[in-house]
């Protein structure tokens, strides 16, 4: 039986986090090379900034409240304790959707779109649209329990579906996610489609064996950009998914540190224009996201994913693994090349039913561009109900 839950921080516990974001120890930052500060990870000169804003006007309880505006529970599966909102959409039969976060984002990237989601009418649509929303947080992630060992994203579908079904009552439902959640959104529809009437994904985390002499152009073209991509970009995912525990203790040490290692990510994997951070996320917003993993102290607990991944998929997601479901896919520019392949790939291990090009956004749409994330999720879902 869920049990009501509410965000309600310990003032010593923020007191503490606030105290070491106004005493960091800075480090020395690169000069003359003429690029910008970026191009070397986080930027100097941005993230003093924000320890500023962080340490004289950021209002934890401002967003506090606004993480609680909408109903959360918590309930126990299997060895965990899951924590998610639980929101009852409008119409007379109401879609029940779950919606799964990665890293390193949170529950919180969809807190501001539950409204638009559950009771369209009020913001322009149809009641006949509305879902029954389940929004949760991964184990080891913000409010959720911790899990003893590192598990993997196969896991947590298997999880969700005892969620959705055995707590929760439904006899069946559709899925939505992106990054981690894509790959847990892939298992839901590959291992629990009795369940799962269709999924919805903004990256394509399938790999499927092709040789290379059956590629078309386009798909050589993007192996070879995802593998530069993957070169360029990905020594934190080598790094968390090989040993973990190394970045935990200096990220779960220091505010700023936690704040410069995931703050570069919605940097570099949104759709921001050089380096106007600001046109696309405010500071507050960032600071919040980070603030869930410090005050759960779930930072170190959250990379584990990356490990439990390599443990239960060989780092690789099952080269025979297939999607039945019918399956949406809306492709944002400013995605990361190495897990949006072309269409014709995406088709090789999803029953592809609805494919959009989109024109704006990047790995983090629902806060980038929330209308536009709205508005896919209401023209593919509509294809089930």
């Not at 910008?36 to 930027?43: E, F, I, L, Q, R």
């Not at 929760?168 to 894509?182: C, E, I, N, R, T």
């Not at 759960?296 to 080269?319: C, D, H, K, L, V």
Request: glycine share 10%.
């Amino acid at each position: 039986m869920p049990t009501p839950f509410k965000v309600a921080v310990p003032q010593a516990t923020i007191d503490r986090i606030l105290d070491r974001v106004r005493t960091s120890i800075w480090p020395d930052a690169p000069e003359g090379s003429g690029q910008s500060g970026w191009a070397y990870g986080a930027d100097a000169g941005y993230m003093k900034a924000l320890a500023n804003h962080w340490g004289t006007t950021y209002d934890w309880r401002k967003a506090e409240a606004a993480l609680n505006a909408h109903p959360q529970f918590t309930a126990r599966v299997d060895e965990f304790d899951i924590h998610f909102i639980h929101v009852k959409g409008s119409g007379s039969n109401p879609l029940p959707l779950i919606i799964t976060h990665g890293w390193p984002g949170s529950y919180w990237e969809f807190v501001h779109v539950v409204d638009r989601l559950a009771h369209p009418e009020r913001h322009g649509g149809k009641a006949e649209d509305g879902f029954d929303l389940v929004i949760p947080s991964m184990p080891g992630y913000g409010f959720s329990s911790k899990p003893k060992s590192p598990i993997g994203p196969r896991r947590v579908a298997a999880l969700w579906r005892k969620l959705m079904v055995d707590v929760l009552g439904y006899k069946s439902f559709v899925a939505q996610g992106g990054d981690w959640g894509s790959a847990v959104t892939t298992f839901l529809g590959a291992d629990h489609g009795d369940v799962v009437q269709g999924i919805h994904i903004t990256m394509t985390p399938l790999m499927v064996d092709r040789p290379p002499e059956d590629l078309n152009d386009e798909e050589r073209a993007w192996q070879q950009g995802a593998a530069q991509y993957f070169e360029l970009e990905g020594a934190y995912f080598r790094e968390q998914a090989t040993k973990p525990m190394t970045p935990a203790f200096a990220l779960a040490d220091s505010p700023v540190g936690c704040a410069a290692w995931i703050i570069e990510k919605f940097k570099g994997w949104s759709d921001v224009a050089g380096d106007d951070v600001d046109a696309v996320y405010t500071m507050d917003q960032l600071i919040t996201n980070v603030m869930i993993y410090l005050v759960t102290n779930t930072i170190g607990t959250s990379i584990w994913m990356y490990r439990g991944f390599a443990e239960e998929n060989g780092g690789q997601m099952p080269r025979d693994l297939r999607v039945a479901v019918p399956t949406g896919v809306s492709a944002f520019p400013a995605e990361m090349t190495t897990y949006l392949g072309p269409r014709s790939w995406v088709e090789k291990g999803y029953n592809l039913q609805y494919w959009a090009k989109m024109t704006k956004g990047g790995h983090f749409p629902s806060v980038e561009v929330p209308d536009d994330f709205v508005g896919e999720l209401r023209d593919f879902f509509r294809t089930l109900r």
